[in-house]
C-alpha cells in the first residue's frame, strides 16, 4: 500500500500508469466520480504488493438504525461489533427504543459475525444529552435496578451481544454514583455472558474542568467496564471555529493520559468519519458548520478548484473556497488516508485494543482498505 498526494498535472491514467495498476482499481478504491478529475493536494490510496498487518484489532462503528442497506453490508466485513445508535430510557428505567426498526440491522450483524452492541444514550425531550435524567437514575436504586433487567431482557429477545453506556454531560456530583452504576451493569451483563463498554469523553488530565471531563472518573471506569472508547474527535464541531475534527496532536494527549489510568488493552480509539464546511467569518454563537462526507469534501475541492492543504501539526486535510452563488468564503477540514494512518499509527504506537468510527453512515471505501493494511480485524 502507498498513498499519493496529487500533484498539479497528475491524472487518474497517469498515477495509475505509474504504480502498474488498473486504472479501474485506482477509481473503485478512492470513488472518483466520472469524469475522474482530481485536485492538487488530494491523497489517494494505491492498493499494491502483499498486505502485512501488523496485529489484530477490534473495530466498532456506529450506526443509526436508518442507515443505507447497501452501505451496511459493504462496512460489516470491516467490523467486529456494531453499536446500534441508540435506546433512550425514562428517569424509572423503562427503555424508550430508536424511532426506526433495528432488528434487520441486528440480522445483518449476526450473518457477518459481527456483533450487534446496545447503545445507551440518557436523551431528554429535547433529543439532546440530559445530566438530570441520568442524576435521576444513578442515584435511585430502583430505577437502576429495573434498567438493568430491561437492558437485559432486550438484549436476549432481540440478540444484542453487548452495551455500549454513552452517556455525557454527567455532573461532577454524580461521578462516583455513575461509576457504581456502571459497575452494576457490567456485573450483571458479565455474570450473563455479555460485555460492556463505555464512552469517554476525551480528558487530558484527571482534573480537567468542565461538564464533559468532570463526571468521569478515567481510572475507577476503567476498572468496571470490559472496554472503553476514548471520544477523541469532534475538537472542529458544528458550533466551533474551523479546524480539524481530530487533530492527531491533540489525540496524542488524550491516549497519553488515558493509558496512566486504564490498560491500554481495553482501549478503543475514537475515528471520525466525516468533516465539516464552515462559512466565514467564524461568529461564535451564530455559525453553523455543515457536516459532510470525506468524499463530498474532495468533490467540493474538485468544483471549486481549489487545491486542498495539510496541516502538519494536526495531520488533517483542509482547503477554502469562495462560494459562486453567496460570495462566501468556506473553510473545510475533513480526513483522508494520510490522516487516518496517522491514527492507525497511533493505535499501534500505543498498543491500544481497536478502535470506534463516529460513524459509518457514509461510505468512505479507502478508510476501510486502509484500515485492512494496516490490521486484521477481529471476529
Given amino acids: 500500500m502507498e498513498i499519493y498526494v496529487v500533484r498539479p498535472g497528475d491524472s487518474a491514467g497517469s498515477i495509475a500508469a505509474f504504480y502498474g495498476i488498473n486504472i479501474s482499481q485506482l477509481i ?3 470513488q472518483l466520480i466520472y469524469p475522474y478529475e ?40 470491516y467490523l467486529s461489533e456494531l453499536p446500534i445508535f441508540s435506546y433512550g430510557f425514562t428517569v424509572s428505567g423503562d427503555l424508550i427504543p430508536p424511532l426506526w426498526d433495528d432488528t434487520w440491522m441486528i440480522a445483518s450483524a449476526q450473518q457477518n459475525g459481527v456483533q450487534p452492541i446496545l447503545t445507551m444514550t440518557p436523551f431528554g425531550p429535547d433529543g439532546r444529552f440530559s445530566n438530570q435524567l441520568i442524576s435521576g437514575v444513578v442515584n435511585n436504586q430502583s430505577s437502576i435496578d429495573n434498567l438493568i433487567q430491561n437492558m437485559l431482557q432486550l438484549m436476549r429477545d432481540k440478540g444484542y451481544q453487548g452495551v455500549d453506556i454513552d452517556f455525557e ?15 452494576q451493569v457490567a456485573e450483571t451483563m458479565r455474570a450473563n455472558g455479555y460485555h460492556t ?31 472503553l472508547l476514548l471520544m477523541t474527535y469532534e475538537w472542529g464541531y458544528t458550533y466551533g471555529p474551523p479546524m480539524a475534527v481530530a487533530p492527531i496532536n491533540q489525540v496524542r494527549r488524550v491516549v497519553e493520559y488515558a493509558v496512566t489510568e486504564i490498560p491500554r488493552e481495553k482501549l478503543d480509539l475514537g475515528i471520525p468519519n466525516y468533516g465539516y464546511d464552515w462559512t466565514l467569518p467564524f461568529e461564535r454563537g451564530v455559525s ?17 478548484g481549489a487545491e486542498i492543504q ?13 462560494d459562486d452563488n453567496t460570495g462566501r ?21 500505543y498498543g491500544l485494543r481497536g478502535c470506534g468510527y463516529w460513524q459509518i453512515m457514509q461510505w468512505f471505501r479507502a478508510n476501510w482498505l486502509l484500515l485492512r493494511e494496516n490490521f486484521f480485524v477481529r471476529k
Wanted: glycine fraction near 6%; proline fraction near 4%; include cysteine.
Fill in 28 to 30: 473503485y478504491e478512492n
Fill in 38 to 77: 482530481l485536485v492538487p493536494g488530494q491523497a489517494l490510496f494505491i492498493g499494491i504488493g502483499q498486505r502485512q498487518p501488523a496485529r489484530t484489532i477490534v473495530v466498532s462503528g456506529y450506526a443509526y438504525p436508518f442507515i443505507n442497506r447497501w452501505v451496511l453490508e459493504q462496512t460489516l466485513p
Fill in 169 to 183: 454531560y454527567i455532573l461532577a456530583q454524580d461521578r462516583d454514583a455513575f461509576t457504581a452504576f456502571v459497575w
Fill in 197 to 227: 463498554s463505555v464512552a469517554l469523553a476525551p480528558k487530558t488530565s484527571a482534573d480537567q474542568r468542565g461538564v464533559l471531563y468532570e463526571g468521569k472518573d478515567y481510572r475507577a471506569l476503567g476498572e468496571a467496564a470490559d472496554h
Fill in 288 to 304: 453553523m458548520a455543515r457536516t459532510l462526507g470525506n468524499v463530498e469534501a474532495v468533490q467540493i475541492a474538485i468544483s471549486q
Fill in 310 to 322: 495539510f496541516d502538519e501539526l494536526a495531520q488533517c486535510p483542509y482547503f477554502r473556497y469562495t
Fill in 329 to 349: 468564503e468556506h473553510e473545510v477540514w475533513f480526513e483522508d488516508v494520510r490522516s487516518l494512518q496517522a491514527k492507525f499509527n497511533l493505535i499501534n504506537e
